[in-house]
């Protein structure tokens, strides 16, 4: 059984949905269940799959309490502790709902894969029933959220995380309760491929047609963490006879407060730069893989550590030249120079000398796109993911 907060297709969702298609494939005989917080493509996706699903929604009480907007002020947390408080009822609520809900399905093993379900899974999983915590974020540095889980890291079996980096970030802030597991993500090899239909962007995003130029995108949520501002402001730096159309695809996808840009600030930083134009707004696209065949340049642009990234990984499987920012768990994906160029995070200067280099140059672009594949093909190929999660699986149902 799963639990995932969000219903939305964010990255740690669509990791979670190549882990139950690598399952379904790997041990068709099991029976997968979904429970998520709030409907949405996840729960729509993983039913296609096979997967059984049911919503269980959080209570607007906890559903937008978050730490995802970085370091909180002393006002800020003392609002956050308040919210707290007031959300104890709803807590305790959700908690023996859940815990119903899990005991109606009966699973062998539960697998949490958010945050607030790492929290929600300690506290409702039946003693002695298995629980893995599926970690894709960094906990360090968000206070609440490092306690609770510290509290907490007792009960699980076994901690997964989706990098090295956020393996050690995880080890140093809950200590040492037994071992960390890195398992890296993956993708869907024949989904993210350099062949297939690719998006016309310029209409998706109002943009006049345009024949001869250098197509340069920003694929992300709008956590604001994701580098939005970093990259209009590196676009604005290309020297002017660079011919390069600049995409921002993604939207605002999760529900906590403040944590995300919005649309219209993002067009309005765009146009204070002179951007107006040249910068084109997809909003969220379902099929990222066509958008990503769409563009020459894919740029990762994350400003504070990347747990994983998988929009990088995604990219060079579909043999397209990436830039990504040299931090976290991003940096295990790729080899500087070989299947990526890299920038230092937030800044600017050094993400557009990055793309001036690139967008001057097709062949390297190419040759960077070939051995993305390679990489991808070697170290993340989907399948992979059952042969490290059944196991572990069966390990720990067997300690049980
Ligand atoms: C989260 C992380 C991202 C990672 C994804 C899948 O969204 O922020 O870095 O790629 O989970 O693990």
């Known amino acids: 059984m799963f639990l995932n907060a969000s219903g939305e297709l964010g990255g740690a969702e669509r990791s979670l949905l190549d882990i139950l298609a690598s399952i379904r494939h790997a041990e068709p005989s099991w029976t997968l269940h979904l429970v998520a917080a709030a409907d949405g493509p996840l729960v729509a996706q993983a039913s296609a799959l096979g997967v059984g699903t049911s919503v269980l929604p959080f209570s607007a009480a906890f559903s937008t309490v978050g730490e995802a907007g970085g370091r909180l002020t002393r006002a800020g947390l003392l609002g956050l502790a308040v919210r707290l408080v007031g959300a104890a009822v709803p807590v305790a609520v959700y908690t023996s709902r859940l815990r119903a809900a899990i005991r109606a399905f009966a699973p062998h093993i539960v697998h949490t894969n958010s945050l607030k379900m790492h929290v929600f899974g300690a506290w409702a999983v039946p003693a002695g029933m298995p629980l893995v915590w599926h970690l894709h ?116 996808l999760y529900q906590t407060a403040d944590s995300q840009y919005t649309l219209d600030y993002l067009r309005g930083y765009a146009d204070a730069l002179g951007l107006t134009g040249r910068v084109g707004f997809t909003g969220f696209v379902t099929n990222s893989e066509q958008a990503l065949r769409a563009l020459d340049i894919v740029v990762h642009a994350s400003t504070a550590p990347e747990p994983f990234g998988l929009v990088i990984a995604e990219a060079m499987a579909c043999e397209r030249a990436v830039i990504a920012s040299d931090a976290g768990g991003a940096r295990e994906i790729f080899t500087r120079g070989v299947d990526a160029l890299a920038h230092t995070p937030g800044s600017a200067g050094s993400l557009a000398t990055r793309i001036a280099e690139l967008a001057g140059n097709p062949d390297a672009r190419l040759r960077m796109g070939r051995a993305g594949r390679q990489t991808a093909e070697r170290r993340f190929d989907r399948r992979r993911l059952a042969s490290d999660f059944v196991p572990l699986y069966q390990r720990v149902v067997s300690e049980a």
């Open 137 to 252: 974020d960094y906990i360090g540095g968000r206070p609440f959220t490092e306690r609770l889980l510290r509290w907490n890291a007792k009960r699980p079996a076994a901690i997964v995380a989706n990098s090295e980096s956020v393996a050690d970030d995880a080890r140093s802030t809950l200590g040492a309760r037994g071992p960390v597991i890195p398992i890296l993500n993956a993708v869907d090899l024949q989904r993210f491929s350099c062949a297939g239909p690719r998006l016309d962007l310029d209409a998706l995003a109002g943009l006049s047609p345009a024949g001869d130029l250098v197509r340069v995108g920003l694929l992300a949520t709008f956590g604001r963490w994701k580098g939005h501002t970093t990259f209009l402001d590196a676009i604005a730096r290309l020297p002017p006879d660079l011919r390069v159309r600049a995409y921002i695809i993604g939207g605002p």
